[in-house]
């Protein structure tokens, strides 16, 4: 086999392993017309890990590491392929195999990365043990969503599946609260879509110290901001059927919040406030920020 299909096998199963389903948002038909007057009952997924996480290190230095390690022993093995047309078929196991192996190292990397978040964020863990928070994001949805005079009900024609994930940023200044959320109409999902919104970072120094006192009260007060935003979010995606003809350009969007940076590339909603951006990233996720973009 040569070489070069060596390189290429080597690298498709790297790509394969790592590769993820990305959530795609959708909407059938126009929700506008359809909504009005309808009820729907809420379904919040359960699952209390995803209550409190810690955000996990974008540094990507340790993956850089392991890959240009796997590139020079996948260089090696093709070179002594080249020599030999009998060493050939030994070649390719060794760059399948060390390619294997980096992408272990990856996954190892990242389970790394996973638990030093986790331990983090287990100082405001422990303060929200005693709480019910599954109910706490429950009540805080049905709350929402009345006070935005669009009340849930169980006996609802449609139904509304809302999996959130609350993360508290790297300088544990700021929670992110990320909701994925479907509306059914029985078995047809008619609506699917992701939400980010971003909260404002604290002014703080022993800032785990501040989210848990008071059994966690800033904490839960930031969750119920964000709660309430990603609501309005979802009701203008509905409403605007995915902000349709009110979009700026893609462009590059420069944020920070606390001591984190952002730079990604996005369309900039115009309804939305320049003090507090809206915008839908590339892959069509509605993102709020509580900030100004940098230029």
């Keep these: 086999m040569k070489a070069a299909a060596c390189l290429a096998l080597a690298c498709l199963l790297l790509s394969g392993c790592s590769a993820q389903k990305a959530l795609r948002p959708s909407m059938a038909g126009d929700l506008r017309s359809l909504l009005p007057g309808q009820a729907f009952s809420l379904t ?18 340790g993956i850089v590491e392991r890959g240009n390690a796997a590139a020079r022993n996948i260089q090696v093995s093709v070179n002594s392929s080249n020599n030999s047309g009998v060493g050939a078929s ?51 949805f049905v709350q929402a969503f009345a006070q935005a005079n669009r009340p849930v009900s169980s006996a609802g024609v449609f139904e509304l599946r809302v999996e959130p994930q609350a993360v508290l940023s790297q300088d ?14 029985g078995r047809q999902a008619i609506y699917e879509g992701r939400i980010e919104v971003q909260g404002r970072a604290l002014d703080c120094g022993d800032c785990l110290a501040q989210w848990a006192a008071r059994d966690a009260e800033a904490y839960r007060q930031a969750l119920q901001a964000a709660i309430g935003e990603t609501v309005r979010i979802l009701l203008l ?7 349709t003809g009110q979009l700026g350009p893609e462009r590059t969007l420069r944020y920070q919040v606390g001591e984190d940076r952002y730079v990604e590339r996005g369309r900039l909603w115009n309804g939305a406030s320049p003090a507090a951006p809206v915008f839908l990233s590339l892959r069509g996720w509605v993102k709020s920020i509580p900030v100004p973009l940098q230029p």
Excluded: C
């Design 44 to 61: 919040v997924a359960p699952g209390a890990d995803r209550l409190l996480q810690g955000a996990v290190s974008n540094d990507g230095s």
């Design 90 to 140: 030994v070649g390719l196991g060794v760059a399948i195999g060390t390619a294997l192996a980096a992408n272990l190292s990856q996954g190892e990397l990242r389970q790394a990365q996973q638990d030093e978040a986790r331990k983090r964020v287990a100082p405001l863990r422990t303060a929200l043990d005693g709480q019910p928070l599954e109910k706490v994001f429950t009540d805080g």
């Design 172 to 185: 544990s200044r700021s929670l992110k609260l990320v909701s994925e959320v479907q509306l059914m109409h």
């Design 237 to 243: 995606d509905w409403d605007t059927e995915h902000f």
